[in-house]
């Protein structure tokens, strides 16, 4: 079973650009979910969909940062304009979210985003 | 709010040796416990979870941990430090209940050098 694909692996952009990140959840995963882990420091929730929905953004700096996924299935996650503390790895996870269970979440690899 | 304190941001250890990471959590419920390892470049991987059954979890690779209520605790052991373990290691709590039962919060993370 194919796991979750993320791309590019890595991005440097100087601060006012724009980058958008990419990302392939498990085939079936009906949860997909964002984090930001600036280096140092552990995951932190951006933003979780439930299929092409919203479940949580409350951690998602919305004037900068946005995302969407279309159709259920892929998600971007996209950074305008990026500041210098936006450098972090970008991590996506997917679950299957089976009702009324907890399920285990998958990690990609992850993007790792420098700003200069 | 929930919370995860990890005592220690570095950790080493002579090959053979216990390895001890310790976890902390702060909820007005017990909630589940995770523990996930993330290798250099590489996403997050399950170690094992605690989901209200048994106090005493047994993972993959030979790690267990025990949480204990009282000490609102989750420490990770394992008996003999392997060269492979060196990894940073992440405690992560999540609500036992509703729609919010999948988020994670991390803790900030313990990386573990293992000695020849």
């Known amino acids: 079973e194919a796991g979750v694909a993320q791309s590019p692996r890595y991005k440097i952009i100087e601060k006012r650009q724009s980058v958008a990140f990419w990302c392939n959840p498990i085939?079936?995963?009906?949860?997909l979910y964002w984090y930001q882990q600036i280096l140092g420091q552990g995951p932190k929730l951006l933003i979780q969909?439930?299929?092409?929905?919203?479940?949580?953004d409350s951690q998602l700096p919305k004037d900068r940062f946005s995302a969407e996924r279309l159709k259920g299935v892929d998600s971007t996650l996209k950074i305008q304009p990026a500041k210098l503390e936006d450098s972090a790895v970008y991590l996506c996870a997917s679950s299957s979210r089976t009702s009324g269970r907890l399920d285990e979440q998958f990690f990609g690899p992850g993007t790792r985003l420098t700003v200069l | 709010a929930q919370s995860v304190t990890q005592l220690g941001s570095h950790v080493s250890v002579s090959e053979g040796a216990l390895v001890l990471l310790r976890c902390n959590y702060s909820?007005?419920?017990?909630?589940?416990l995770f523990w996930y390892v993330q290798y250099p470049n590489q996403g997050l991987q399950l170690l094992l979870k605690y989901t209200s059954a048994a106090t005493l979890v047994k993972g993959i690779n030979g790690f267990e941990a025990e949480f204990k209520k009282s000490e609102t605790s989750f420490h990770l052991t394992k008996p003999s430090a392997h060269m492979s373990d060196a990894a940073e290691y992440f405690c992560a709590v999540s609500p036992n209940s509703g729609a919010a039962g999948n988020k994670l919060t991390f803790g900030g993370g313990t990386r573990v050098l293992v000695k020849p």
């Open positions: 909820s007005s419920v017990p909630p589940y």
């Open positions: 085939s079936g995963h009906a949860t």
């Open positions: 969909f439930q299929n092409n929905g919203v479940v949580d």
